[in-house]
Each structure stands twice: as C-alpha cells, then as structure tokens.
C-alpha cells in the first residue's frame, strides 16, 4: 500500500510560481494512477491534475497553461509545478493515489483510494 506526503505549499502573490511535491513511500508510483486535488472550505475537493500509470496527463481547464504534472521514478515523487498563480488557486492541495482510474474518471474524488495530508497553498492579490 502506498502512501502519501505533500510539502511544497506556502504563500505567494498573483503571477507567482510554487511546486508542490509528492513523495511516495510503500510503493513505486508508477504502478498508480496519481492525481491533485484542492479544497477550499465549504466546496467539495477539486481535481486540478492527474497522471495514470502509463504517464497520460489530464488537466483542470480552470488550470491548463498554468500547471504540469510531472513524475521522477528515482526520487519516487510527483510533482505539482504552478505558474502564473491567481487567487482563485488558494486552498489545501492533496496528492490522490488509485491502483487504478478510468482514462474518463482521473479528475474525480471518488476514483480515489489513498491521499496524503495536504499541504496549504495561498495566493494574494
């Protein structure tokens, strides 16, 4: 069973960058469908980002251009690199890990069996 750390979050103001890291431990996150998520408080977990197995990526549109998904199997992380951050982008940020995801399904909470901690991620205008 694999689990989950984020780090990399903190505090920046619009048009800045962030990488957020995902370090993965128990198991090689290739062999998982691995995904980001936010929340803010009141809303339900949004998925921003999402990586299967293979290495196919999918995107929230409200962050394409902006943000890249990426993988380094040495290091055995993924990562969450932001760009061009709005203040819309503020919230708690979860790295999701599944043995398996539908390529129509990555973006959802559900299809999801093991997250990390959260790391908080705050923009000001």
């Not at 803010?40 to 995107?59: C, D, I, L, N």
């Not at 043995?99 to 923009?123: H, I, M, N």
Request: aromatic share 10%; net charge positive; hydrophobic share 30%.
């Amino acid at each position: 069973q694999v689990q989950l750390a984020e780090s990399g979050g903190g505090s920046v103001q619009a048009g800045g960058s962030l990488r957020l890291s995902c370090a993965a431990s128990g198991a090689m996150y290739s062999r998982y469908a691995m995904a980001w998520f936010r929340q803010v408080p009141g809303k339900e977990r949004e998925g921003v980002a999402a990586m299967r197995s293979g290495g196919t990526t999918t995107y929230a549109d409200s962050v394409k251009g902006r943000f890249t998904m990426s993988g380094d199997y040495t290091k055995n992380t993924v990562y969450l690199q932001m760009s061009s951050l709005k203040p819309e982008d503020t919230g708690v940020y979860y790295c999701a890990a599944d043995p398996w995801v539908g390529s129509s399904r990555t973006l959802r909470e559900s299809e999801y069996s093991t997250w990390g901690q959260g790391t908080q991620v705050t923009v000001s205008s």
